[in-house]
């Protein structure tokens, strides 16, 4: 079975742009979390969706934003970027039900943005 | 009070000795705990997770669980060079919503050949 899977790795952008980053979970997984991880403040969580809606959220200013489609992928966009916004964003993917094995996340492999 | 914690290491162990995680968390209605290893510049990968009282062996990893104490830790026993990561401690918490983990800041192990 594939695992998750995260588009684009590496991105680098410069201060004020937008970017997008999509996720493709392990088939049959319904629920996409997003996390940010970064040296200083660790894995730091961003959302999370179920059957594309909205199930949880961190302590994330709007400019950070998701959605999940019907397909259970998911993007998460960050608009007005800032230089603290460069990290490395993990995306998880479980079944979202009640139950350890339920709600075991596997990640995928990251996207590490990088904002000038 | 942090959802969870971890001993901040960094660890270091010789070859062949047994390391001991340790991670605590502040939610007495927490069900679920999960162990994952992140290598640096990779994403986290599932070691094992634990939800009853006790002992879970897998192989070289035992993970052991005291809900009275609210204290979860993992053993690595023969422990290898190549199991030198950071491990990160998450827990589902009791009362929380589907799909939120929370992770505590990781444990860094080094283990010397």
């Known amino acids: 079975k594939a695992g998750v899977t995260q588009t684009p790795r590496y991105l680098i952008k410069t201060r004020g742009q937008q970017v997008t980053l999509s996720c493709s979970p392990i088939?049959?997984?319904?629920?996409v979390s997003w996390y940010q991880q970064t040296p200083g403040q660790g894995l730091q969580f961003l959302f999370e969706?179920?059957?594309?809606?909205?199930?949880n959220k961190g302590n994330f200013p709007g400019r950070f934003s998701g959605r999940q489609f019907s397909n259970s992928r998911s993007e998460m966009n960050v608009s007005t970027l800032e230089l603290g916004d460069s990290a490395l964003y993990l995306c998880?993917?479980?079944?979202?039900?009640?139950?350890?094995?339920?709600?075991?996340?596997?990640f995928g492999p990251g996207t590490r943005l990088l904002v000038l | 009070q942090k959802e969870v914690e971890q001993n901040s290491g960094p660890l270091s162990v010789p070859e062949g000795a047994i390391a001991s995680l340790n991670c605590t968390y502040s939610d007495r209605g927490s069900q679920s705990f999960f162990w994952y290893r992140q290598y640096s510049g990779k994403s986290p990968e599932l070691i094992m997770f634990i939800y009853s009282n006790g002992d879970k062996e897998d192989g070289r990893f035992t993970a052991q669980l005291n809900k009275a104490s609210q204290y979860v830790s993992l053993l690595i026993r023969d422990s290898q060079p190549s199991d030198s990561a950071t491990y990160l401690c998450a827990v589902k918490k009791g009362g929380s919503t589907l799909g939120r983990l929370y992770f505590g800041r990781g444990t860094q192990l080094t283990v010397w050949p």
């Open positions: 998880a993917s479980s079944f979202g039900r009640q139950g350890a094995t339920q709600e075991t996340q596997y």
């Open positions: 088939s049959g997984h319904r629920s």
């Open positions: 969706y179920f059957s594309e809606t909205q199930r």
